[in-house]
């Protein structure tokens, strides 16, 4: 079945600076990549996702990049701040399933 | 813009007991999901329905079921509570079954004692 690899576990940066999380997938079948912000308490939040025919999708400060050969994907967050921080989850959908696998989540941290 | 919505955001069990987790999904949402996600760990995909039958199936255990009404909503019942369901509940739905983004709930956070 499908494994997805997150990491850092933890990401410290100071604001301004950029963030990148990348994540790996086992199943070369999934086909749909999203990308999710907890914060405490509260339920994940759609952030961004990729299709797997699409190599980059980019909205505002925050950006996806997809490797199908390399069956990776990033994300990418450009001037951060504060309220960013949070715990990331990337997430990949194999194909003919709709559930999600989930990565183990990084903990950002922006420091102000 | 309207969210999805579980009852109660809140549990305290004793073991044996039994929880009923609901989930009201957005709008015109026919599909939802259940994930468990443990203190410190990624969610853990349980089960999902669309159109009232049950479309995947994860990591549940036998003492839980589900089941979804024909107004969508659902409902998770779990029995012979465990410490190791002490856990966060979060329910997700999505347009439709081919519709791969999903929105998640708040959670219920259920504690076993």
């Known amino acids: 079945g499908e494994n997805v690899e997150q990491h850092p576990s933890t990401l410290s940066v100071q604001e301004g600076d950029s963030a990148v999380i990348k994540c790996t997938y086992s199943?070369?079948?999934?086909?749909?990549f999203p990308w999710y912000k907890q914060e405490l308490g509260k339920g994940p939040q759609l952030i961004i996702d990729?299709?797997?025919?699409?190599g980059e999708k980019k909205d505002q400060r925050i950006a996806v990049t997809l490797n199908k050969t390399a069956k990776h994907f990033s994300l990418h967050i450009t001037e951060t701040q504060p309220e960013d921080s949070a715990v990331y989850f990337c997430?990949?959908?194999?194909?003919?399933?709709?559930?999600?696998?989930f990565g183990t989540g990084t903990r950002l941290k922006v420091l102000a | 813009a309207a969210g999805v919505i579980q009852s109660p955001r809140h549990l305290i069990k004793e073991k044996r007991e039994t929880a009923t987790l609901k989930c009201y999904p957005i709008p015109r949402h026919d599909t939802v999901y259940w994930y468990q996600q443990g203190p410190g760990q990624d969610p853990q995909f349980l089960i999902s329905?669309?159109?009232?039958?049950?479309?995947d199936k994860g990591s549940i255990p036998d003492r839980f079921s589900a089941q979804q009404f024909s107004d969508y909503h659902s409902e998770l019942n779990m029995s012979s509570l465990e410490l190791g369901d002490s856990a966060l509940y979060f329910c997700?739905?999505?347009?439709?079954?081919?519709?791969?983004?999903?929105?998640f709930g708040p959670g219920t956070r259920l504690l076993v004692l």
């Open positions: 199943d070369s079948a999934s086909n749909y």
């Open positions: 997430a990949a959908s194999p194909s003919g399933t709709y559930k999600y696998i």
């Open positions: 990729i299709r797997s025919n699409v």
């Open positions: 329905f669309y159109e009232k039958m049950q479309s």
């Open positions: 997700a739905s999505s347009l439709n079954l081919g519709q791969e983004t999903q929105y």
